[in-house]
Structure formats: C-alpha cells, structure tokens
C-alpha cells in the first residue's frame, strides 16, 4: 500500500488540524476518522499515530475493525456512570413502602393512581434511620428520597381535608 503523507515530520499546522478534527469527532466516527489516516500513512501507522497525535491504539484497532467489516461497535455509556439507590440498597424501596403506606391516601377523585402522603421525604429519611436501621451515610439524601417516593407512585402533596 503506498502512503499518502510524507514519512518525514508533519508540519505542526496539519498535525494540529487532524488533531482537533478527531476531538470534533465521537464515537465511530472518530474511529473511523483515525483508521482512515491511519492506513493513509501506511505500515507502522498505528504507533506512528500514537507518537505524533497521543491517539490511543486500541481505539485506532476499533476504528480499523469497523472500516474493515463496516459494522459499528457500540459505546457502553449506559454502563458507565452512579448506580442506583435501589442497587446500592436492595431493602430501600421496601422499607420505604413499609413506612409511607399506612399514611398513604388514593386520589380523592379517583383520576389518578398515585398515592398522596402525608410525610416529607425528609421524614421518610429520618424514620428510614430511626426505625429500619440505615446509617445517615449509606442513604440517599433527602432530593433523591424524593425522586425514589415519586417513582414508586407517591405524590408528597398536602391532602386536603374535607368538612363534614
């Protein structure tokens, strides 16, 4: 295969534009964008890459096997990132119903199921210390408390009461 750049130094313009478009650049299409200069350059591109532009050569490798079969890896950012309370904590969401149930009223008009309850999410931390034995460091704090009671069907609203 013969080579398209000069196996002498770059200038420092075209070093710079091939960086900065590969950090323009996400995922496969940067990969892609890397391999395709990549075989440009010829044999030894891979470290050459690496040495010139500090571009990864296992990235370059993905790049190289997706121009090659013209399938596309997928990124695992799903897989990346803060687990969920729930996961932390497998007891959490029981525990939580077993002390927001018995306060908990049904829509008074019947057009929704959520539950309505009484209690702050601030007191649903509090008892979740006091009676089931969390550590004030091993629990949510009380935002996220919150977001948990609304994904479980609580609604933390003020029941209004009726006069007889």
Request: glycine share 8%.
């Amino acid at each position: 295969m013969s080579s398209s750049f000069p196996r002498a130094c770059l200038s420092q313009g075209l070093k710079s534009l091939l960086c900065n478009t590969a950090k323009k650049l996400n995922g496969a299409a940067r990969r892609l964008f890397m391999a395709e200069t990549v075989l440009q350059y010829g044999s030894g591109g891979q470290s050459w890459a690496e040495r010139e532009f500090g571009w990864n050569r296992s990235t370059i490798r993905k790049g190289m096997h997706e121009l090659k079969t013209g399938i596309e890896c997928k990124d695992g950012f799903s897989l990346r990132g803060r687990k969920a309370c729930e996961e932390l904590l497998p007891n959490l969401l029981n525990d939580i119903r077993d002390i927001v149930d018995p306060s908990a009223q049904t829509d008074a008009t019947f057009r929704t199921s959520d539950l309505f309850v009484k209690v702050t999410a601030k007191e649903v931390r509090e008892l979740l210390i006091e009676e089931k034995g969390y550590n004030d460091e091993e629990l949510p704090k009380r935002r996220t408390i919150n977001s948990v009671l609304n994904r479980m069907g609580y609604r933390l609203r003020k029941v209004k009461k009726t006069s007889r």
